[in-house]
């Protein structure tokens, strides 16, 4: 897809804000990030966020280490809740208006989530933050994402890591391994090309979103991705 889009779901990955250090929100990183989701806001796209939690709580490493993981996974949820209110007040600080709609009620943090509402949010140009997941165990923030931009009407789901792209093995392992430019779902899904987890792929497929994979720390990269530049990998049916 080469044309602007017009409302894409952002998905940042917890990880990736804690920059270097060992856990939690490299303030730098964060008011970066945010600067330039303004920018795609000033051009007139419409952003829903969703924002992992793995730089706080991961309920599968909780789970290893002992706990129910019912309870590791809501531990999990509610650290995507603390960076989403990181996330809002940077961007408020900014002077950009957002709002933290969670799966999980937690009412006075914010208003519970609904599609409907959402829409209406980013309609009036607000940035909008779905938090807490997907409110359910078992599932993570990239399936939450791909959740969300089906049900928000995004034209584009962005998937921000720490990487610059899906490649033919992961390139953390695998030095010779060769970026793609764009693959279809099925051919990712096929040669288990673990950028993305299973469940988010086919929920993009089965709905036609696009995905676009790209690097996190690249300056630049959101506001040239609007402007219909390839940047990283296109995933599309
Ligand atoms: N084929 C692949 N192409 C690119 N990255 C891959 C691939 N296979 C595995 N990875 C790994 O996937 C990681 C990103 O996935 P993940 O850690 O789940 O992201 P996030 O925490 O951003 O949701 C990258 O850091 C990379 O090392
Ligand atoms: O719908 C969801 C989304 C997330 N989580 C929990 O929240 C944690 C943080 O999310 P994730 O690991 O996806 O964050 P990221 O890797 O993107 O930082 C997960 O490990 C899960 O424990 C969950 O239970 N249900």
Redesign the pocket.
Known sequence: MNTAPRRILLKL?G??LMGDLDSGIDPTILKRVATEILEVRALGVQVALVI?G?NLFRGATLAAAGMDRVRGDQMGMLATVMNALAMQDQLEQLGGSCRVLPALAIAQVGEAYSAHQARRYLEQGEVVICAAGTGNPFFTT?TAASLRAVELQADLLLKA???DG???????KHPTAVRYEQLSFDEAIAKQ???MDLTAMVMCRDNQLPLRVFDMFAAGALHAIVRGEPVGTLVEV
């Not at 899906?166 to 953390?172: G, N, R």
């Open positions: 990955s990880e990736a992992g793995g990239d890591t720490k990487v899906i490649y033919t093995a992961d390139p953390k090309l673990g950028v």
